[in-house]
């Protein structure tokens, strides 16, 4: 990225929007005091507007002018004494095609000499709420009614078409994360703990410098769909479930996930329940091409699933009723996949239907399609992950069976022996192309021959 795509970005904002827009950078953040902050990382709209990494600067963009402005810390010699030499602020504006450089100092009266309407996105820390405050005079519920969809929208329109940069970038991480993944197979045998696999996994993304997008999923209840403790055993006759991924330089996410034998070997139910979960995601992948609705796509990996649970004899009856009826959901709780990009969830500070739902699209209320972050019809340039699963949760199975729930379509009497089976999630990272589809990143291992060739090292 450079100073002429930042400006570009900054100018496709002035299309859609008048006034001025407001983009608070994040500030480091305690971890148990201001000293000891957690790892820093920027706000994913300063990033795409700027590229500014530095802490505590914020961004007053002119929708008429064009004369944006960066403000920030004052340069100066104790942060070199403690962070070693820095660019200074101007050269950071200077990268980002900014010639107004002012100081922090000065933006609280500066919001006060410049005209309505001031735009700004849903602040999602504390802080930053808090700083929105001092800066507005306003309290929080003031802040929290000011916030503009408007300007929502508009950055949703930019961010969810990615350029060839972006995409350069999302492969860069996936290039790491496949490393991980080939890693984690690699290693994985009984007697070893989950954290053994989590530490290998953040070891290699740290020896290239590079962060996670967001804490791994290393786990062998892989029925917990975001289960981010490593205690477990890996035992052999379970399965491991590792959803991890990296952040490229300029901070673009990955967002991958495999499932893989503990022993090196699937068993029958493993295999039988693993081939039904490949086929459901190979299919939607299929699927995906501009103008296609990711939610009739959710609903066909939703078919395939309820499908292979009939042929396991976990499920009955008619499959497309079973899926209108939301019966499927037992095994199938959550969305197909969602928006990918600077944010692993890209974009969902904005709102989740801002990002994945088109104006006027009905999210469902049902336990499982509403849980569907993208529903909406997809375009070229557009990233989606592509993640179906299926899932044994032991409280969820007793919930519905003793509520009697979707009688007609699941058999517990049947599913009693599979209760701790555990959970299974295959996912990729996917463009969509004006011809169709690609799936980003170098190739993981996904069918079963080459997972296990790829466990036996
Ligand atoms: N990687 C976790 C998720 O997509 O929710
Ligand atoms: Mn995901």
Same mark, same amino acid.
């Given at each position: ?122 602040? @999602?820390? &504390? =802080? ?6 001092? %800066?507005? +005079? #306003?309290? /929080? ?88 403790? @490593?205690? &477990? =055993? ?6 491991? %479930?590792? +959803? #991890?991924? /990296? ?101 969902? +500070? ?108």
């Amino acid at each position: 990225m450079n100073r002429e795509s930042y400006t570009r970005r900054r100018n496709a904002l002035r299309e859609r929007l008048k006034g001025w827009v407001l983009l608070l950078g994040h500030d480091e953040a305690a971890r148990n005091y201001g000293g000891n902050p957690y790892p820093f990382r920027q706000n994913s709209h300063v990033l795409y507007y700027s590229g500014m990494t530095r802490p505590g600067v914020a961004l007053l963009l002119d929708m008429e002018s064009g004369r944006d402005r960066l403000y920030g810390p004052k340069d100066c010699v104790e942060d070199v004494v403690w962070h070693g030499a820095q660019p200074t602020l101007a050269e950071l504006a200077e990268g980002a095609g900014i010639e107004d450089v002012r100081s922090i100092t000065q933006l609280r009266s500066d919001l006060r000499d410049i005209g309505d309407p001031l735009h700004y996105p849903p602040p @999602y820390r &504390g =802080e930053t709420c808090l700083r929105l405050m001092e %800066l507005r +005079d #306003s309290s /929080a519920d003031e802040i929290r009614r000011g916030v503009s969809k408007d300007l929502a929208l508009a950055i949703a329109a930019s961010r969810n078409q990615k350029d060839e940069a972006e995409i350069a970038q999302i492969e860069e991480a996936l290039g790491i994360t496949a490393a991980m993944h080939q890693a984690a197979m690699a290693m994985t045998r009984p007697g070893l703990l989950e954290s053994d696999v989590a530490a290998e996994i953040q070891r290699i993304a740290l020896s290239k410098s590079r962060a996670q997008s967001y804490t791994p999923i290393v786990t062998v209840h892989g029925e917990i769909l975001h289960n981010v403790t @490593y205690e &477990g =055993e890996l035992e052999a006759g379970r399965l491991l %479930l590792n +959803d #991890s991924g /990296a952040e490229s330089v300029l901070g673009y996410a990955s967002d991958i996930t495999r499932t893989f034998p503990v022993s090196g070997t699937f068993n029958e139910r493993q295999r039988a329940v693993y081939e039904i979960v490949l086929r459901a995601q190979k299919e939607c992948i299929q699927r995906i091409a501009p103008g296609v609705r990711y939610r009739e796509v959710h609903l066909h990996a939703a078919r395939v699933i309820a499908e292979g649970m009939k042929d396991l004899g976990l499920m009955r009856g008619d499959v497309d009723d079973a899926v209108t009826e939301g019966a499927h959901a037992l095994f199938f709780p959550h969305g197909l996949g969602h928006m990918l990009g600077l944010d692993v969830h890209d974009m969902e +500070d904005l709102g989740e239907d801002v990002v994945g739902y088109e104006p006027g699209q009905e999210r469902s209320e049902q336990f499982g399609l509403g849980y569907l972050r993208c529903a909406r019809s997809l375009e070229s340039g557009m990233v989606v992950t592509c993640e179906p699963g299926i899932y044994f949760i032991p409280a969820l199975i007793d919930q519905w069976e003793a509520e009697g729930r979707h009688r007609s379509f699941i058999d517990y009497e049947t599913l009693r022996s599979w209760r701790d089976f555990g959970g299974i999630r295959i996912e990729d990272d996917v463009l969509c192309t004006d011809e169709g589809h690609r799936i980003l990143g170098p190739s993981i291992p996904k069918e079963i021959a080459d997972i296990e060739a790829a466990m036996q090292g």
